[in-house]
């Protein structure tokens, strides 16, 4: 920043007189933010300056809102992470599996499995020792290290699985399996395979010490790949409502009895950041204009395109005298904001005139 410029204000960016941005100022001042700057909208209309909670949506402060952001300031989680430590929104949450195996995933990790080994050591009094192989059972012997898990991962259609080592440490193990692709023809579209031999592997051994009935490897991991494509079928099979789209969104926003009605809409090029904005009135009076279109530099989102294009078409229904209008918009999240008069903190400004339009 110039050192002339350390005692500007907010207002002297804009054009004389106006309230619109003087971009070769911007440009030259804030090279490096100039896009970003342009892309703010301030009112045209003289809204009052507002104090804002960037964290949520409407502006608003909450408890939730501040913890996120305290925990965020405390750390980065990627540059803090210590080697061997689990993102569990990736490796745990965040896979495609039933929330049944996801969790237990995340008790695999956290060493909330009962095992043998996890009982004794609560005080239970019972034999620590792997049913299949008679081995002390800790989890990671139950998943990787078991003579039964080892000729089921030997088995699984997973790429390289010749060999399998010795795990001391269930994420590393969980880790080397979610490198492996799986290999056709199991009938898998999307989703991995190996949290679900996991789970199944814990079935087999809870089925084999309370009901003493035995599963083969071969029939187990069968089970397994049922077990996944069961869940991704059904997955396909959840067909979204028929409102869908744009006659799911439409709206109306009507203040008083109109004698006129006005549809907005709005185009956005992500590339180019350009928003093409148009309306069209309806009405018996047929001196008014019956459509407009412009396209706009300098705009952020959809959701700024089409509160664009509602400011516009309230701006130019005011300029002709119209004192009842009925609004017509496509957009769910500014129909619901504008019936509610609440604030939008992306596009605060517009909507601040938006809501003087139609007071």
């Given at each position: 920043m110039p050192l002339e410029g350390k005692d500007l204000l907010v207002k002297d960016l804009f054009e004389k007189n106006s309230l619109e941005w003087d971009q070769d100022k911007v440009k030259a001042l804030f090279p490096n933010f100039a896009k970003e700057i342009l892309s703010i909208k301030p009112s045209r209309f003289g809204a009052p300056d507002k104090q804002i909670w960037l964290a949520?949506?409407?502006?608003?402060?909450?408890?939730?809102?501040g913890y996120a952001i305290a925990r965020e300031t405390k750390c980065d989680l990627e540059k803090t992470k210590e080697p061997g430590d689990c993102n569990w929104i990736d490796e745990v949450w965040g896979i495609k599996a039933s929330p049944k195996v996801k969790l237990f995933l995340w008790k695999t990790l956290v060493g909330a499995i009962p095992t043998g080994l996890q009982l004794v050591s609560k005080g239970m009094e019972l034999d620590p020792r792997c049913v299949h192989c008679k081995e002390p059972e800790?989890?990671?012997?139950?998943?990787?290290?078991?003579?039964?898990?080892?000729?089921?991962?030997?088995?699984?259609?997973l790429v390289s699985l010749e060999e399998v080592p010795v795990f001391t440490e269930v994420h590393k193990g969980l880790s080397w399996l979610r490198e492996k692709k799986v290999l056709p023809p199991t009938g898998l579209v999307f989703g991995p395979?190996?949290?679900?031999?996991?789970?199944?592997?814990?079935?087999?051994?809870?089925?084999r010490t309370f009901?003493?009935?035995?599963?083969?490897?071969?029939?187990?991991?069968?089970?397994?790949?049922?077990?996944?494509?069961?869940w991704q079928e059904a997955q396909d099979s959840i067909v979204p409502s028929s409102k869908s789209g744009r006659s799911l969104?439409?709206?109306?926003?009507?203040?008083?009895?109109?004698?006129?009605?006005?549809?907005?809409?709005?185009?956005?090029?992500?590339?180019?950041?350009a928003a093409g904005l148009s309306w069209i009135f309806d009405s018996q009076n047929m001196s008014l204009p019956q459509?407009?279109?412009?396209?706009?530099?300098?705009?952020?989102?959809?959701?700024?395109?089409?509160?664009?294009?509602?400011?516009?078409?309230?701006?130019?229904?005011?300029?002709?005298?119209?004192?009842?209008?009925s609004l017509k918009i496509d957009c769910q999240v500014l129909a619901k904001a504008i019936s509610s008069k609440s604030t939008v903190v992306e596009v605060h400004g517009v909507i601040s005139d938006i809501f003087l339009c139609i007071a």
């Open positions: 949520s949506s409407d502006g608003q402060y909450t408890t939730k809102s800790s989890i990671c012997h139950l998943i990787f290290n078991c003579s039964f898990a080892k000729q089921v991962w030997k088995l699984a259609p395979l190996y949290p679900w031999i996991c789970w199944n592997i814990w079935l087999a051994r809870n089925q009901s003493n009935k035995s599963l083969s490897a071969v029939e187990m991991l069968l089970k397994a790949i049922l077990d996944a494509r069961e969104a439409q709206e109306t926003y009507s203040c008083f009895p109109c004698s006129a009605s006005v549809s907005s809409d709005a185009a956005w090029n992500q590339a180019s950041n459509r407009h279109s412009a396209v706009c530099e300098f705009v952020s989102s959809p959701l700024m395109a089409e509160c664009l294009a509602i400011r516009s078409a309230l701006s130019s229904a005011l300029d002709l005298g119209i004192q009842f209008l």
